[in-house]
């Protein structure tokens, strides 16, 4: 059963990664929404927060709610146009990191279960034969043991972005990712204060230029929760 959902978003100021006259680059923070929800209660977002700074800022993109990380919005309509089209023809670029549950047997590989929104327990989503492709590629960079749980360190390259899949695919695996509300069992959600999910590296065509820029947000869960060690995984 889900927990009832309080909207309490951080305080933290606008962290500004780049800017020119097509786009600005942010870092958002976990327990932020991208884009207003319903109701005035859900009105402060990171698109407010941007907007309140550059005001012509426009969408682009969207990162959950408790993922951190790399999020562009478009500063001019032509800017906006363009950016959509490199997500939507999949040529952006994606990496993030993660904390899963357990040792992880394979130490990289990649996820193809098929997605769909579960009309049970919205607004989950489910692995369906007949959801929507959705691929992951992932890769083991480290492993740990704090307070009796194993977890892994990954690095994941979502090919394509549906709603939830980097983490209902990780959960499929029986490797949920920490402080996962939605996915994780009880001692998996409790492990971590926040969900450990985080937009770490982005790759993308500048819209006027068509030069390649890439955009790079560091995230405290990987410094700051114990010692990483190097693999033991015999698949490595």
């Known amino acids: 059963m889900l ?9 933290s100021p606008l962290d500004i990664l780049f800017q020119d006259k097509d786009m600005v680059v ?22 407010s927060r941007v907007q309140a700074q550059f005001p012509t800022a426009l969408l682009v993109h969207r990162l ?33 990191l993660a904390v899963v549950a357990g040792y992880m047997q394979q130490a990289s590989g990649t996820i193809t279960l098929p997605l769909r929104a579960n009309p049970d327990k919205p607004p989950t989503h489910e692995v369906h034969a007949e959801g929507k492709a959705a691929e992951t590629a ?34 499929a695996l029986s490797h949920p990712i920490l402080g996962d509300a939605f996915y994780a069992p009880i001692a998996v959600r409790q492990a971590a204060p ?12 500048q819209p006027y230029h068509q030069q390649w820029l890439t955009f790079e947000a560091d995230t405290d869960f990987v410094t700051a929760s114990g010692t990483w060690l190097q693999p033991k995984s015999s698949a490595l």
């Open 138 to 171: 992932y890769m083991l960079l480290a492993e740990r043991e704090k307070d009796g749980l194993q977890s892994s360190l990954v690095e994941l390259k979502p090919v394509t972005g549906r709603s939830h899949q980097l983490r209902v695919h990780l959960a």
């Open 194 to 205: 926040r969900l450990l999910l985080h937009a770490a590296t982005l790759k993308l065509l």
């Open 26 to 47: 942010v870092n958002k923070p976990s327990g932020l929404l991208t884009n207003p929800g319903r109701g005035s209660e859900l009105a402060d977002c990171l698109l």
């Open 64 to 96: 959950d709610l408790s993922t951190s990380g790399i999020v562009v919005f478009a500063l001019r309509r032509s800017a906006e146009r363009e950016l959509k089209r490199q997500f939507a023809e999949r040529l952006v670029k994606k990496r993030y």
């Open 3 to 11: 927990e009832p959902f309080v909207y309490c978003p951080p305080t």
